[in-house]
């Protein structure tokens, strides 16, 4: 009996003349990457055993951290290969389906959403931005309210309270810093996406990050908008500023998910 697989499926592109799969790609199954064509579209996929991918394996998996580690990176592999060859829409980690015909059955129905933002994202490229600080440099001056002759009691409450106070003034500069930068960096982008802080002992940084955005730049903008993060390092030197990219534009491609159609793989009847 053949062992049934389901279709996983890593990005939308327009179809490519000829129907070329991007070559050598291998998937987060180690399978052979390819393409699945309809209505001028192109998903790249590939078949994964369903035994190893259904939805109660995939949440055995996802509590797994090296397991998940390790299909992401290969899922994410695949869409940056693929997005060498032209314009790409990165799907979602874990969109499963039956088969190919119901992939293409669903390029159908949302042709023009896809069609739609690959229009928005063509020459145009994904870069992010992160800015920490050491909250210490944010500080107000120490000597900053200090008063005498107060009992210890009082004066062990005026300094909690300062001490309160000061983290509050210091988080406000940080942020108001981070605001700054970003308005230098957006005036060079047509969209932003604001991510939540990364959790400091996952992304092994001290201090406080006050700026995990995205940013989409037109291609003939890159050398502008990287000189500009250059720039602010020097402007902003009690900022640590991380550019990372280009990237497939993650941030700004992903279309409504119809109700129950994704990130599982359906049965077979």
């Not at 129905?109 to 992010?128: I, M, N, P, S």
């Amino acid at each position: 009996m053949t062992e049934p697989f389901a279709t996983w499926l890593y990005a939308v592109t327009a179809a490519p003349v000829g129907g070329a799969p991007p070559h050598g790609l291998t998937g987060v199954a180690d399978e052979p990457v390819r393409l699945v064509e309809r209505a001028g579209l192109a998903a790249v996929v590939g078949s994964v055993p369903l035994a190893d991918f259904d939805e109660d394996a995939l949440r055995d998996h996802l509590e797994d951290l090296e397991w998940l580690e390790r299909t992401a990176r290969a899922h994410h592999r695949v869409i940056n290969g693929a997005a060498r060859l032209g314009q790409v829409i990165p799907l979602r980690f874990a969109t499963l389906y039956h088969d190919d015909d119901r992939v293409r059955a669903m390029l159908q129905e949302r042709r023009e959403d896809f069609t739609a933002t690959l229009r928005r994202v063509t020459g145009r490229t994904e870069w992010g931005v992160k800015a920490y600080v050491d909250p210490a440099s944010f500080l107000p001056d120490p000597d900053e309210g200090e008063s005498g002759g107060d009992s210890p009691g009082t004066a062990y409450l005026m300094r909690r309270r300062a001490q309160r106070q000061d983290q509050e003034t210091a988080h406000l500069r940080a942020t108001e810093r981070a605001e700054e930068i970003h308005a230098s960096l957006a005036a060079l982008a047509v969209a932003t996406a604001a991510h939540p802080p990364q959790d400091a002992a996952l992304a092994a940084y001290e201090g406080w990050m006050v700026l995990n955005n995205s940013y989409l730049v037109p291609d003939d903008r890159t050398e502008e908008f990287t000189d500009a993060v250059t720039a602010l390092k020097e402007r902003h030197p009690t900022v640590t500023l991380e550019l990372s990219g280009p990237w497939p534009p993650y941030s700004f491609t992903a279309p409504p998910q119809p109700a129950g159609e994704v990130r599982r793989a359906e049965t077979p009847s």
